[in-house]
């Protein structure tokens, strides 16, 4: 970092500057990783003569505009500018890299390719779009697909009678079966149900989702049967086989956030445990999940004992079995449990990765978890403490204050209990795929790796708030850089991909499956430049 009044003598030192850019870096400083601002001044070389650190995101759109006026970082005031300018230097025109919804556009142009909606077309579909009413609920899109036979009445009678008003959503269909996939909350019996409490509306909605009267549809819960017992007594509970006719519902006994939290601490602090003396490893800015110093691999007794690579195993047991259900049976699914938030954006993600080859490119992976995890609400805030500035040595998670984004989602991730590794537990899962299918997928672990990184990083403003309504009031979702910006790295694209299947049947048993060392342990890398940074604050080029 330099003061005003050196920098200009230091700048003479330097070759001629050919070009002035953005940098950002996390610094670790008292076990907390700071956000700064960098400017890098390249020579004609194509290297890197000076770099320098500012306090104030300000001074460096100052500086900036001083050394380069005609340049594209002239005039970021802020990091919102340096976003912009970032954006206007794009040249991949294959994504909407910079939005952290999906537009009504793109809602449409995915529902045409599903087959859910025929524009243009004047016979009555089984199908029809709705747009959520302001208030129905909150931590929901705005943007719907719903059974033709069901009223907006009878939606908002529905949204009543689930958890946090949210009810079924469709947002799949099998072009082979017909069937699709929904996802909603839990419905709000409670011990009245045992006395006949009932949403004949809820009911009818669930009916509808069947693509052939015959056929039953199979509600898969989530949860182990004592939870959804349990949480009647919370006024939660389970769709009742007396009243939601032509369905089968089946517990696929996933642990809820608690018992995933304890899994991976578990983890951490075998990974962090006293081992020989080995080259020391930067951490991985703000994630908390590279032990410095620490282990590189665990024994398979340590690994069972942490039992995290049985919680990988329930998950992709549970996705394998929604996606036969969905095109080897013709079935439809309704997916669900407590909230709707955690278990069940991993469980839709993960059997839409199985089931449809869209989703595994780099614009239907972009796709896909824009709309199940940042459009559907799961609580990026909460559960990865996305608006603190400090990481909690022993949880990996951040512990308050300060961040991206105003106080209230520094109130909202205040409660530690709140905190999981959740879309951690979901990037596992996928890395899991990519190492037995890795010829089927667009993108590479690289990608998965940074987006369990900059989950706690603070770079994507997007990702300090719980819902899409909370971005747009804050403001969020038109600050900075947007996580897709990591399909530009080097790198995320598999030079290998060359899909053949259509459907993946993957191992899920605990010993057909891996420990990602790559992430949680990675073996230090004397290769890798720590004085030389890609644009997302990580060294370049590190795979």
């Given at each position: 970092?330099?003061?005003?009044?050196?920098?200009?003598?230091?700048?003479?030192?330097?070759?001629?500057?050919?070009?002035?850019?953005?940098?950002?870096?996390?610094?670790?400083?008292?076990?907390?990783?700071?956000?700064?601002?960098?400017?890098?001044?390249?020579?004609?070389?194509?290297?890197?003569?000076?770099?320098?650190?500012?306090?104030?995101?300000?001074?460096?759109?100052?500086?900036?505009?001083?050394?380069?006026?005609a340049g594209p970082l002239a005039c970021s005031s802020d990091r919102a500018g340096v976003g912009a300018a970032?954006?206007?230097?794009?040249?991949?025109?294959?994504?909407?890299?910079?939005?952290?919804?999906?537009?009504?556009?793109?809602?449409?142009?995915?529902?045409?390719?599903?087959?859910?909606?025929?524009?243009?077309?004047?016979?009555?579909?089984?199908?029809?779009?709705?747009?959520?009413?302001?208030?129905?609920?909150?931590?929901?899109?705005?943007?719907?697909?719903?059974?033709?036979?069901?009223?907006?009445?009878?939606?908002?009678?529905?949204?009543?009678?689930?958890?946090?008003g949210r009810f079924p959503s469709v947002v799949w269909r099998c072009s082979t079966t017909g069937a699709v996939?929904?996802?909603?909350?839990?419905?709000?019996?409670?011990?009245?149900?045992?006395?006949?409490?009932?949403?004949?509306?809820?009911?009818?909605?669930?009916?509808?989702?069947?693509?052939?009267?015959?056929?039953?549809?199979?509600?898969?819960?989530?949860?182990?049967?004592?939870?959804?017992?349990?949480?009647?007594?919370?006024?939660?509970?389970?769709?009742?086989?007396?009243?939601?006719?032509?369905?089968?519902?089946?517990?696929?006994?996933?642990?809820?956030?608690?018992?995933?939290?304890?899994?991976?601490?578990?983890?951490?602090?075998?990974?962090?445990?006293?081992?020989?003396?080995?080259?020391?490893?930067?951490?991985?800015?703000?994630?908390?999940?590279?032990?410095?110093?620490?282990?590189?691999?665990?024994?398979?007794?340590?690994?069972?004992?942490?039992?995290?690579?049985?919680?990988?195993?329930?998950?992709?047991?549970?996705?394998?079995?929604?996606?036969?259900?969905?095109?080897?049976?013709?079935?439809?699914?309704?997916?669900?449990?407590?909230?709707?938030?955690?278990?069940?954006?991993?469980?839709?993600?993960?059997?839409?990765?199985?089931?449809?080859?869209?989703?595994?490119?780099?614009?239907?992976?972009?796709?896909?978890?824009?709309?199940?995890?940042?459009?559907?609400?799961?609580?990026?805030?909460?559960?990865?403490?996305?608006?603190?500035?400090?990481?909690?040595?022993?949880?990996?998670?951040?512990?308050?204050?300060?961040?991206?984004?105003?106080?209230?989602?520094?109130?909202?991730?205040?409660?530690?209990?709140?905190?999981?590794?959740?879309?951690?537990?979901?990037?596992?899962?996928?890395?899991?795929?990519?190492?037995?299918?890795?010829?089927?997928?667009?993108?590479?672990?690289?990608?998965?790796?940074?987006?369990?990184?900059?989950?706690?990083?603070?770079?994507?403003?997007?990702?300090?708030?719980?819902?899409?309504?909370?971005?747009?009031?804050?403001?969020?979702?038109?600050?900075?850089?947007?996580?897709?910006?990591?399909?530009?790295?080097?790198?995320?694209?598999?030079?290998?991909?060359?899909?053949?299947?259509?459907?993946?049947?993957?191992?899920?048993?605990?010993?057909?499956?891996?420990?990602?060392?790559?992430?949680?342990?990675?073996?230090?890398?004397?290769?890798?430049?720590?004085?030389?940074?890609?644009?997302?604050?990580?060294?370049?080029?590190?795979?």
């Amino acid at each position: 970092s330099c003061a005003s009044g050196e920098l200009l003598p230091r700048l003479d030192a330097c070759s001629r500057i050919t070009r002035v850019s953005a940098d950002f870096s996390y610094p670790l400083a008292n076990g907390a990783f700071v956000s700064l601002h960098r400017l890098l001044l390249a020579s004609r070389t194509g290297r890197v003569p000076l770099r320098l650190g500012f306090p104030r995101p300000g001074d460096a759109a100052i500086w900036a505009e001083r050394l380069d006026p005609a340049g594209p970082l002239a005039c970021s005031s802020d990091r919102a500018g340096v976003g912009a300018a970032l954006r206007c230097q794009a040249d991949d025109r294959r994504f909407d890299l910079y939005a952290a919804e999906l537009s009504r556009e793109e809602f449409l142009a995915e529902q045409v390719r599903l087959g859910l909606i025929s524009p243009g077309s004047s016979e009555p579909g089984q199908w029809r779009q709705a747009e959520s009413p302001a208030g129905l609920c909150p931590s929901y899109p705005r943007l719907h697909i719903l059974p033709a036979g069901l009223s907006d009445a009878e939606l908002a009678l529905s949204a009543k009678y689930r958890a946090n008003g949210r009810f079924p959503s469709v947002v799949w269909r099998c072009s082979t079966t017909g069937a699709v996939l929904a996802r909603s909350a839990q419905p709000l019996v409670g011990l009245a149900g045992l006395l006949g409490w009932r949403c004949e509306a809820d009911e009818k909605l669930v009916r509808l989702l069947t693509p052939r009267p015959e056929s039953k549809v199979l509600v898969a819960d989530a949860r182990p049967y004592s939870a959804a017992l349990g949480n009647g007594t919370m006024g939660g509970g389970y769709e009742r086989p007396e009243y939601y006719s032509g369905t089968e519902i089946e517990y696929l006994g996933l642990p809820n956030l608690h018992a995933v939290r304890n899994s991976f601490a578990a983890m951490r602090v075998l990974l962090s445990a006293a081992a020989p003396p080995q080259p020391a490893t930067p951490a991985c800015p703000g994630s908390g999940l590279v032990p410095v110093g620490g282990r590189v691999s665990l024994s398979p007794a340590e690994l069972e004992s942490t039992g995290w690579l049985q919680l990988v195993s329930s998950l992709l047991s549970g996705a394998d079995r929604i996606a036969q259900v969905l095109t080897g049976e013709g079935r439809s699914v309704l997916v669900h449990c407590s909230d709707g938030w955690d278990r069940t954006p991993q469980l839709t993600c993960l059997s839409l990765l199985l089931c449809d080859p869209h989703y595994r490119t780099l614009a239907g992976f972009r796709l896909l978890l824009t709309r199940e995890w940042l459009d559907f609400g799961h609580k990026f805030a909460d559960r990865c403490g996305n608006s603190a500035g400090c990481v909690n040595s022993k949880t990996g998670f951040g512990s308050g204050g300060g961040g991206v984004g105003g106080s209230s989602a520094a109130n909202s991730s205040s409660s530690s209990s709140e905190r999981s590794p959740i879309f951690l537990q979901f990037l596992d899962c996928a890395h899991q795929l990519l190492a037995q299918f890795p010829q089927e997928f667009e993108f590479t672990d690289l990608l998965l790796r940074r987006l369990a990184v900059h989950c706690h990083s603070g770079l994507f403003p997007a990702l300090a708030a719980n819902t899409a309504a909370e971005r747009a009031a804050r403001g969020l979702s038109e600050q900075s850089l947007c996580p897709w910006h990591l399909l530009r790295l080097r790198g995320v694209s598999n030079p290998r991909f060359s899909q053949q299947l259509q459907l993946l049947r993957p191992a899920t048993a605990p010993s057909g499956l891996r420990f990602w060392r790559e992430m949680y342990a990675p073996v230090p890398d004397p290769r890798l430049d720590w004085d030389c940074l890609d644009w997302d604050g990580l060294p370049a080029d590190s795979d």
